[in-house]
C-alpha cells in the first residue's frame, strides 16, 4: 500500500492453479492462514497434501495442527527454494502486475475490494497457459468430473 504493509495468504488448487480461499492481513500472525485453510476445506473438501513455503506462520503450532486435525499431509519447501512453491509465486507475480502495481490503494478495505475483483477475474474469466483455454474455475471442474467418472 501507499502507506504501510497489508499480508496476504492464498490456498491455491495446484492442478487447475484456482484460488480456493484467500485472507488480507495487517500482522504476519498464523490465524488469518488458518482461517483462509479451514474456508478452503469447508468449501471444496480436504487436499492430500499442503504445501507451503518456512514462513513462521506455517511452520507453528497453529497451522500444523490445523492440517494434523484436517488429517492433511504437511509438505514445505525447502530453504531458499522458491521453485517448490512456483505456482503461488507466479499468482503472486500477476495479482501484483496486473492490481496492486496499477492501483493506488489507500486503506486494506479498498485493497481488499481490489483483490477480491481480480481474484475473481483471475479464475473466471483469465485462460491459464497450463490449461489452454480453460481458466482455473473451468479446469477445477474438469478435474473434478474426471475424478467422479474414475472414482
Known amino acids: 500500500m501507499r502507506r504501510g504493509f497489508l499480508y496476504l495468504v492464498a490456498i491455491m488448487d495446484w492442478y487447475s ?17 488458518v482461517e483462509a ?6 468449501k471444496y473438501g480436504k487436499p492430500g497434501i499442503m504445501n507451503s513455503d518456512q514462513g513462521r506462520q506455517f511452520t507453528g503450532f497453529e497451522w500444523t495442527q490445523a ?7 504437511i509438505s514445505m519447501d525447502g530453504k531458499g527454494r522458491w521453485i517448490d512453491n512456483r505456482m503461488i509465486e507466479r499468482l503472486w507475480r500477476s495479482l501484483k502486475y496486473e492490481c496492486i502495481y496499477l492501483n493506488a490503494f489507500e486503506t486494506g478495505s479498498e485493497m481488499r475490494a481490489g483483490i477480491r475483483k481480480w481474484l ?9 497457459s497450463t490449461h489452454g483455454i480453460l481458466t482455473p474455475d473451468e479446469a477445477y471442474e474438469t478435474k473434478l468430473r474426471t475424478e467422479r467418472l474414475t472414482a
Request: hydrophobic share 35%; with cysteine.
Open 37 to 42: 485453510l479451514k474456508e478452503a476445506i469447508a
Open 120 to 128: 475473481t477475474y483471475y479464475n473466471s474469466e483469465r485462460p491459464h
Open 17 to 33: 492453479r484456482k484460488v480456493l480461499s484467500w485472507r488480507l492481513s495487517n500482522s504476519m500472525e498464523a490465524d488469518f492462514c
Open 67 to 73: 492440517l494434523k486435525d484436517a488429517d492433511v499431509k
